[in-house]
């Protein structure tokens, strides 16, 4: 696939290669073109009681190694450990494309019984030879050769060149993800630009309302909310009464203290006059 041409090269990550969007994106398939496409070839030595698991993406592309592991050394069956990765990759989200295939080494009649499965990843080695290999030994086709026919053959959607087509998506790759750096920050700046918005309009109504309060000593009319954001205050002097706390009775003190609220500095007015403090 495209993303692990990118993962061998070194450009992503494994863990970025299982969210990248081209990660569907095939660069070589069988059956699709006349000519015979390039072949990763190696051979691997096995021996009775081992277990090869040939997978799609569906499932290597979604559930850990670690977890396919598991599944298999815990298997009681080659049918439960394949049901039991389906069901394993599909409750990580994967498409209905997932195959699966489970092949046991066995062996021959005049063998010893098997000293115990060996679990074995990608390839070992490189092929050196095409000798026949024995029966307990599984031959992976996967040195590279290529059929060269008298005619060329026209260009196929599944075999680009592959150069250019790389070159192209990588391209596209940087675009998209620039669209999404830019995307993200002018997404950041409208909050941001909202959140400043809402404060000031919020801001504003503070300074609509008034109350009458007192600074410890004298009685004060302050315009705005008796409120503090991030040690902001929302409130300011906006009439100094010059009239003393301690000239009111206890009670009016007591709610001149708590601090009285008033829609206007005119109605402010009035509750320093009702206090009988002024006029």
Request: proline share 4%; net charge negative; hydrophobic share 35%.
């Amino acid at each position: 696939t495209f993303v692990q041409r990118l993962v061998d090269s070194g450009r992503i990550t494994e863990e970025e290669a299982k969210t990248h969007p081209r990660r569907s994106v095939l660069m070589r398939v069988l059956g699709d073109v006349e000519s015979m496409p390039e072949i990763d070839t190696s051979v691997l030595e096995t021996q009775p009681g081992d277990v090869w698991l040939l997978c799609s993406d569906g499932l290597c592309g979604y559930v850990e190694d670690d977890d396919i592991e598991r599944i298999l050394r815990r298997r009681t069956s080659l049918q439960g450990a394949v049901d039991g990765l389906i069901d394993k990759s599909l409750a990580h989200g994967a498409p209905d494309n997932v195959t699966v295939v489970l092949v046991e080494t066995l062996a021959e009649p005049d063998q010893s019984e098997p000293a115990g499965p060996r679990f074995a990843g990608s390839a070992a080695q490189e092929v050196q030879d095409t000798e026949p290999v024995s029966t307990a030994r599984t031959r992976i086709l996967s040195r590279r050769r290529i059929v060269r026919r008298a005619q060329p053959v026209a260009e196929s959607h599944f075999e680009p060149r592959v150069d250019e087509y790389l070159k192209e998506l990588i391209a596209e790759t940087k675009r998209r993800n620039r669209r999404r750096r830019v995307l993200g920050v002018l997404a950041l700046l409208a909050l941001i630009g909202a959140i400043a918005g809402a404060l000031a309009i919020g801001y504003q109504w503070t300074q609509t309302r008034y109350y009458v309060g007192t600074d410890g000593e004298t009685v004060i009319i302050y315009r705005g909310v008796q409120q503090n954001i991030i040690g902001f205050p929302l409130s300011s002097v906006a009439e100094d009464t010059e009239i003393p706390l301690s000239s009111l009775d206890g009670l009016e003190q007591r709610q001149v203290q708590r601090t009285l609220s008033a829609g206007s500095i005119t109605e402010a007015r009035d509750i320093v006059t009702r206090l009988g403090v002024g006029g």
